[in-house]
């Protein structure tokens, strides 16, 4: 075999790993977001203020290095690796909240205001989701990297499957229709809008076509196709979308999302369609056979990105008690267990998850990852906050707040900036 075709065969026909595996991986970010704030509590009473080149290693040492290593030399540690981050997180916890006397209860703080400019555990899913997406891309072609972590074949739960799946999600719960922003102007020329907003897409799925054929570099053309990538799904995705939620009652995002997701599933299994996307042996017919994958994945992920609409309007309602935000973030986390109960139902009675056609099964993992995923998110921000309280260091970098009367700026919540 020829170095090209190593490298092909390496990324290729693999299965994924347990889903069991992807939700105990989804809790490495939470404890690490966890460790950084405490340890930044605990560095701010011991020596003041920090020179910002500590800000930056701190933030390298707690953050991303921990998200390295578990994804490659201690991938198959992974659950020790998260013991012990937890044991790490309860130590500095107990030895605040007990060095640090306050009046400050838990129940009070419940009944607490707080206001902020960002929703902070949506900003903070983003930016995992795209550390997380840039790590794999650059470690998926080492052997360091689990094969099991990578893209699957056809069926399977890889964590980069998830990844995909994730970062439509995270484009659709800070999309403009799921922040409120009204549409100046025609429907016409809003859509017109879109599409520059997308010329940027455009131009990288260009050049990343360009380059890899130019170069010569390996593909692995069931991920999307011989031509398509997914710069091209990304931009088509926001369009789409915005097209149906200017006809179809942004409200019921998450109906229109089932109603898709459904609908499509109900194709694959009564015509040929499952069977066209998953054979690999036509792809010089033309330009639907080549690109097969990448073109009809996009109904799935068009569902997947309405379901992210519909939880960026959830989460983005007008709300300033920490007693409500911490209902909103259970919330979200009883949803996931139900999608998860759902998803298992279907993976028994349909079929299981596929990427590759971005089927039913598919989109219910995604969003039901997501949500569990943003939701622990949510309840770390809400741990530092109570030590934040506690330690009185209201110079931690964090987003939250507390004041105790709500001020007129937090009750009009549409008008503050939220990313």
Not at 288 to 313: D, P, R
Not at 364 to 393: E, H, R, Y
């Amino acid at each position: 075999m020829s170095q090209k075709e190593l490298k092909q065969a390496f990324v290729s026909n693999l299965t994924g790993t347990s889903l069991q595996e992807v939700v105990l991986g989804s809790f490495i970010s939470p404890v690490c977001l966890l460790n950084r704030g405490l340890m930044w509590i605990l560095l701010q009473q011991a020596t003041g203020i920090l020179p910002s080149f500590c800000h930056l290693l701190l933030d390298f040492a707690a953050l991303i290095l921990p998200l390295v290593i578990s994804c490659t030399i201690f991938s198959d540690i992974l659950l020790q690796v998260i013991v012990t981050l937890t044991l790490v997180s309860v130590c500095m916890l107990c030895f605040i909240h007990y060095t640090y006397h306050t009046k400050t209860t838990f129940s009070t703080l419940l009944q607490s205001h707080v206001q902020f400019n960002q929703v902070p555990f949506v900003t903070v899913f983003r930016v995992f989701v795209n550390v997380k997406t840039a790590i794999s891309i650059l470690a998926v072609d080492f052997a360091v990297f689990p094969r099991r972590y990578a893209k699957t074949e056809s069926y399977g739960t890889g964590v980069m499957d998830f990844g995909v799946g994730a970062f439509v999600f995270a484009n659709g719960l800070v999309c403009p229709e799921a922040r409120r922003k009204n549409i100046s102007g025609s429907k016409i020329n809003y859509i017109i809008k879109q599409l520059v907003s997308v010329c940027p897409l455009v131009v990288l799925g260009m050049g990343r076509l360009l380059s890899v054929k130019m170069s010569d570099y390996h593909e692995h053309v069931t991920e999307y196709g011989v031509h398509w990538n997914f710069f091209f799904t990304l931009a088509i995705i926001r369009v789409g979308a915005s097209m149906l939620l200017i006809v179809l009652p942004i409200h019921n995002s998450w109906l229109i999302s089932l109603l898709i997701s459904g609908l499509y599933q109900v194709t694959l299994e009564t015509t040929g369609l499952k069977t066209f996307i998953i054979r690999n042996t036509d792809r010089d017919k033309n330009f639907l056979h080549a690109n097969k994958e990448g073109i009809f994945s996009m109904v799935g992920y068009v569902a997947i990105y309405l379901a992210g609409v519909q939880v960026g309007l959830y989460v983005m309602r007008q709300r300033s008690q920490v007693k409500e935000w911490l209902k909103t973030i259970l919330l979200l986390l009883l949803a996931s267990f139900v999608l998860y109960a759902v998803l298992y139902i279907s993976q028994i009675l349909v079929e299981p998850v596929s990427r590759r056609s971005a089927n039913l099964p598919f989109c219910l993992w995604t969003v039901a990852q997501s949500l569990f995923f943003l939701s622990c998110l949510g309840l770390v921000d809400v741990v530092l906050l109570l030590s934040k309280t506690a330690s009185g260091c209201h110079s931690i970098l964090s987003p939250w707040h507390l004041h105790k009367k709500q001020s007129k700026s937090q009750t009009e919540f549409g008008n503050v900036e939220r990313f």
